[in-house]
């Protein structure tokens, strides 16, 4: 870490600022300028204590050099991690393909678009038993019901299940039924649910909060890691911006971004992300050459009757369409899935 | 033209909001519901006088249904445009690879760069005269003679090249040496500078501004074809975002969002949108899969030496993999590069 001491301090007032550095266990590396002291500070700067010293008088600026994270970092795990959703593999070459409708509505339906989806060639089913809406009066989900109808189609397609978990107290319940948990955008910084999902021993799918940076989202990850459970996949799902013509900002560069930075797989949702059909196959066609670890889609076979998000569904021939053009371009990236 | 009327709109109000549509020509059909009061209007939505309809007292909100412009929308044209810059096309499958230093810094630098962007498959040299640098202090370009370098090292390599145009005063001088004009992101908006270059015939790159929506991308690029010049190629780099660690944001989405509605080309900056060489790469690859019309990269052979944001340009190794990797992809895609 390093300390920029500001340039009227007092001498009086850089002897205690090494003096607290020292205090905590630090040692001080004083470099006198012309016009400025700085202060390198040896030691681990994660150290809770580190926070306070921004606000030692004399300080104008602490600046990191360790990453905040650890455990997702890249240092502490060089080798790509590769999660285990049921049998499928996500990351290190493996592609995830997360296809289904936004809310699991009832049997027949999500078992209408799993065998769409499944022929396409998704290899992950995705349903929302619990929907985080926008409004209160808007469709909040079958809850456990949609929990068993999502697993009962999985079963029978022959594919693992993803869904969303909004609630530290329904983290038992769905881990019964789910094979993966989701972590929606608007939970990421949730920490008592992260810690939750931390505990438990099934993957998770870590969604980009709407103005997290991509620290902030490996800071999260940190969370559900430093509970024990290793198995976290991040995706990028679009952040809020001005553009007014797109649900959200697609922000593709988070994906070399993380993995320069750390060894967790990241798949991209361009469906939040663009909000709109007409751009999703390019962004998900995108993120594949990008070298996302997979791509999350919704479908549904009759948009306009969705209860929850149906304008930004693809028709299943739209996603058939899709999954061709990307398993083209996954073999050109030398790339794969299962 | 739909106008909701406030809710709580008088009679007299609804009837004098009905007589200035009609002063402006438009055809009024008024719909009562339970809560409010619509009117539908039918008519030329850019009619001159349109915008002020906001300003009636009773009227809520304005919903246009035509798109703003009409020269650059796919309705007016629906094939995809392709440019010429020298002999090199741009769109309908034709990529353009723009590729050189951010700036001409001397002849010698400039050969070096561009033999080895031309060796790499780079279709088109840039290399900035005029530099818009956000410090007053900061290298500014070396002006006239920038542009004679770029000219002779373009020349040489049988490159077109392209440089920025900053003033309506150096419209001339630039369009006697470059092939391409280039309007940055922080002139999107300088309507003189746009109306300029639209009287000339040469191609125009014209850059997204920092904080312009795609729509106000396509107005600009109507203010140049507007003028007369039809040769316009958009150019997404990055808007201002909250994340701090790339320069700007790159919103990828706009390629196919100005491809839905426009039949202009549109080219990625992956420089200028991410700042880092860590990113660039996949960012360019990614364009590509996108459907964009080609891809802009900076490159420099010493970029600690660079006179000009040096950090974000690749080194002509990097840049030589990433065109290996670029050409593979527009196999795949059924894209061309021209040489």
Not at chain 1, 111 to 136: E, M, Y
Not at chain 1, 293 to 307: Q, T
Not at chain 2, 40 to 67: S, W, Y
Not at chain 2, 232 to 241: A, D, F, I, P, W
Request: net charge neutral; with cysteine; hydrophobic share 40%.
């Amino acid at each position: 870490m390093i300390l920029v001491v500001k340039p009227d301090a007092t001498q009086e007032q850089i002897d205690h600022i090494i003096q607290r550095v020292e205090e905590l266990g630090f040692r001080p590396h004083v470099s006198r300028g012309e016009q400025r002291t700085i202060i390198g500070v040896i030691g681990d700067e994660r150290k809770p204590q580190v926070e306070t010293f921004g606000a030692i008088p004399g300080i104008e600026q602490v600046l990191a050099v360790l990453k905040p994270f650890k455990l997702a970092s890249r240092e502490f795990r060089k080798a790509d991690s590769v999660v285990t959703v049921g049998r499928v593999r996500i990351g290190g070459g493996h592609l995830a393909m997360i296809a289904g409708p936004c809310a699991v509505e009832s049997h027949e339906g999500l078992d209408r678009i799993a065998a769409h989806v499944k022929k396409g060639g998704a290899n992950i089913l995705r349903g929302g038993a619990f929907k985080p809406r926008t409004s209160p009066y808007a469709f909040q989900g079958m809850g456990e019901e949609g929990l068993r109808i999502l697993h009962d189609i999985g079963d029978k397609h022959g594919m693992p299940v993803v869904t969303e978990v909004m609630d530290p107290r329904q983290v038992g319940l769905v881990e019964q039924w789910a094979d993966m948990f989701q972590i929606g955008a608007r939970n990421m910084q949730n920490f008592d649910l992260l810690k939750e999902v931390g505990k438990a021993k099934k993957p998770v799918l870590l969604k980009r909060g709407m103005s997290a940076t991509v620290k902030d989202l490996l800071m999260s990850a940190e969370y559900i890691l430093a509970e024990g459970n290793q198995a976290v996949v991040l995706c990028e799902r679009g952040v809020r911006s001005f553009e007014d013509s797109t649900r959200n900002m697609l922000d593709m560069s988070a994906v070399p971004n993380v993995k320069g930075q750390s060894h967790l797989p990241i798949v991209v949702d361009p469906s939040h992300a663009t909000g709109r059909p007409d751009l999703i196959p390019s962004m998900a066609k995108a993120a594949v050459a990008a070298g996302a670890d997979g791509v999350h889609v919704e479908v549904h076979d009759c948009p306009e009757k969705a209860l929850s998000d149906g304008p930004q569904a693809l028709l299943p021939d739209q996603f058939v369409k899709l999954m061709q053009d990307v398993r083209k371009l996954a073999l050109a990236v030398g790339s794969s899935f299962d | 033209m739909i106008l909701v009327l406030r809710t709580d709109a008088t009679q007299p109000q609804i009837d004098h909001v009905i007589e200035r549509v009609v002063e402006l020509g438009f055809e009024p059909r008024v719909i009562t519901g339970a809560f409010r009061t619509i009117v539908a209007l039918i008519g030329d939505d850019n009619a001159p006088g349109v915008e002020k309809l906001d300003a009636i007292p009773g009227v809520e909100n304005v919903h246009r249904i035509l798109k703003p412009f009409k020269l650059a929308s796919r309705e007016f044209h629906r094939a995809d445009t392709v440019i010429d810059v020298g002999k090199v096309k741009v769109g309908g499958g034709h990529l353009a690879m723009i590729a050189g230093p951010c700036a001409v810094e001397s002849f010698e630098g400039l050969d070096r760069i561009a033999g080895h962007v031309k060796k790499a498959g780079a279709n088109i040299l840039r290399g900035g005269a005029f530099k818009p640098r956000t410090s007053p202090y900061a290298f500014q370009g070396m002006g006239e003679e920038g542009l004679k370098i770029l000219r002779d090292v373009g020349d040489k390599h049988g490159m077109p090249v392209v440089t920025e145009v900053m003033d309506t005063r150096q419209v001339p001088l630039v369009a006697k040496r470059a092939d391409m004009f280039q309007i940055g992101a922080r002139n999107m908006q300088n309507f003189d500078l746009l109306k300029e270059v639209g009287q000339t015939r040469k191609p125009v790159l014209l850059k997204r501004g920092m904080s312009a929506t795609v729509k106000d991308l396509l107005m600009s690029a109507e203010y140049v074809l507007a003028e007369g010049n039809p040769s316009v190629v958009l150019c997404e780099r990055g808007v201002r975002g909250f994340e701090d660690s790339t320069r700007n944001m790159l919103d990828l989405s706009a390629v196919p969002n100005v491809k839905g509605q426009s039949h202009l080309p549109i080219i990625v900056d992956p420089s200028h949108a991410t700042g880092r060489p860590d990113l660039i790469p996949s960012m360019a690859m990614a364009a590509v899969a996108a459907k964009a019309d080609g891809v802009h990269v900076e490159v420099h052979d010493c970029p600690e030496k660079a006179l000009s944001d040096g950090p974000q340009a690749l080194l002509p190794d990097q840049y030589q993999a990433l065109m290996v990797e670029l050409r593979k992809l527009a196999e795949v895609l059924g894209r061309t590069i021209d040489r």
